[in-house]
């Protein structure tokens, strides 16, 4: 079993930074594949990135590329969301996201079996 718990979320400009984090409680969080979603108003809920255990596969989004940055700290059972550059169509509630441990990297929302709470990202224009 994980649970997760998001932070950071918030009210920021066009072209500011905001870092997400999410800290997963569990044993098997350091062989999970983890991801961040959003959900806008009216939209279906997207995958903006997801990550390997090692690290060494990732996942981005389009419409984040080079603005977005994941990592994690395994050590500390925490994952981070970087986010720059942000638009005000970025505005969404941010998920993390957890699959079951050796699981590879995925980007559909029934792949992932754990879900945080969400945090509200709010970008003003």
């Known amino acids: 079993q994980v649970q997760l718990v998001e932070s950071g979320g918030g009210l920021v400009q066009a072209g500011g930074s905001l870092r997400l984090s999410c800290v997963a409680s569990?044993?098997?969080?350091?062989?999970?594949?983890m991801g961040w979603f959003r959900q806008a108003p009216g939209k279906e809920r997207e995958c903006v990135a997801a990550?390997?255990?090692?690290?060494?596969?990732?996942y981005y989004a389009d419409s984040v590329k080079g603005r977005f940055t994941m990592s994690r700290d395994n050590a500390k059972n925490t994952v981070y969301l970087q986010m720059n550059s942000l638009k005000p169509e970025d505005t969404a509630v941010y998920y993390c996201?957890?699959?079951?441990?050796?699981?590879?990297?995925?980007?559909?929302?029934?792949?992932?079996?754990?879900w945080g709470q969400g945090t509200q990202v709010t970008v003003s224009s």
């Open positions: 996201a957890a699959r079951p441990p050796g699981r590879a990297v995925a980007v559909t929302v029934p792949a992932y079996n754990y």
């Open positions: 569990g044993r098997t969080f350091s062989s999970a594949t």
């Open positions: 990550m390997s255990w090692s690290g060494e596969n990732t």
